[in-house]
Structures are given as C-alpha cells and as structure tokens.
C-alpha cells in the first residue's frame, strides 16, 4: 500500500508540522530531502510523483482519518473521567482532534475555517494581515485587503462573500 514506513516518530512530528500551518509542499521537500537527497539518489519525475502520492495519503489518511479516529476515541474517554474544572485545565489537549483535523493550532486559522474558508487561504491570511485587537472574525474577513493575496487565495475570499479592495 505504502512504499514508506510510517513510525510513531513520524506520526507526531508531521502532526505538528501539519496544525503548525505547513503546506504539503513542505512535507513533500522533506521526504525529497530524506529519501533521495541524503541517499545520493536521482531525482526523477517519477520519483516526485511517488512522494507527493505518499504525503498526500500520508496526510490524508493517517493523519487526518486515523490517528484523528483514535485521539478523538482517546479523548471522549479521558474527557468522561475528568471534571469540569480538569476538564476546562486541559482543553488543549481535549481539541487536539479537532485542530490535527483541521490542520492548525491558531484559534484565528480554525475560527477563520469555521467561516468556510480553506486551511490553506486562512493560513495565508493570518500571515498577511493580523486582527486588530477587539476586532469580530467576521468584520476582519469583511475587510481584509485582498490586494494582498494572490489571484487564488484573492478568489476563494471573494467567492465566501469577503474582503474589500483598498
């Protein structure tokens, strides 16, 4: 099924390369890195195509499906021992499904998705553009400059109905 083995190391550190915001592109450079690069093997076509295949199932799949499956099981567990006040303590922990899901830590990235915009064009927008202090998720999507995005990310805002051309 897979050409590449996926140990436990490798579960947690692209889990947290994957909610820090990195882009498959990243994941894709590494494994060309570590697979090819450090081995002295050549870089072929095919060989890209067989590592953007595996992160894509990789990400896909592992992460997203099986190992959100399992922290959400994990979880729903852990929450039904815990009170409310352990529970309130530890609520990171709790939402680490939802956020390995989701592809982020950043409550401004996942509150930002929650509006029907893509990881990847939220993520873009926290980079470009922070939010004023006190100021509703809603308003700042409304009034995000969207001369400072590219014709993509540019698109997929504008398609939700957001931003403003200053």
């Known amino acids: 099924r897979y050409r590449y083995f996926v140990s436990i190391n490798k579960l947690a550190y692209d889990s947290h390369n994957w909610m820090k915001g990195h882009n498959y592109k ?3 450079d590494n494994m060309v890195k570590d697979k090819l690069t450090k081995k002295g093997l050549e870089i072929t076509n095919k060989n890209i195509d067989k ?4 992160v ?4 896909n799949t592992n992460l997203n499906f099986i190992l959100v499956k399992y922290l959400s099981l994990w979880t729903d567990v852990v929450g039904h021992l815990m009170s409310e006040e352990e529970k309130e303590k530890n609520k990171f922990f709790l939402n680490l ?11 401004l990235v996942l509150e930002i998705m ?13 980079k470009k553009q922070r ?3 006190g100021q509703s998720v ?20 504008e398609k939700a109905g957001f931003g403003s051309i200053k």
């Open 56 to 59: 894509t199932a990789h990400i």
């Open 97 to 107: 499904p939802s956020m390995l899901e989701m592809g982020s830590y950043d409550p």
């Open 114 to 126: 929650s509006f029907g915009i893509n990881r990847s064009t939220a993520i873009e927008l926290t």
């Open 26 to 28: 990243f994941f894709i």
């Open 138 to 157: 809603e308003l700042y999507l409304r009034n995000y400059n969207i001369a400072k995005l590219s014709s993509l990310h540019r698109k997929y805002l």
């Open 131 to 133: 939010i004023k202090e």
């Open 51 to 54: 590592i953007t295949n595996f």
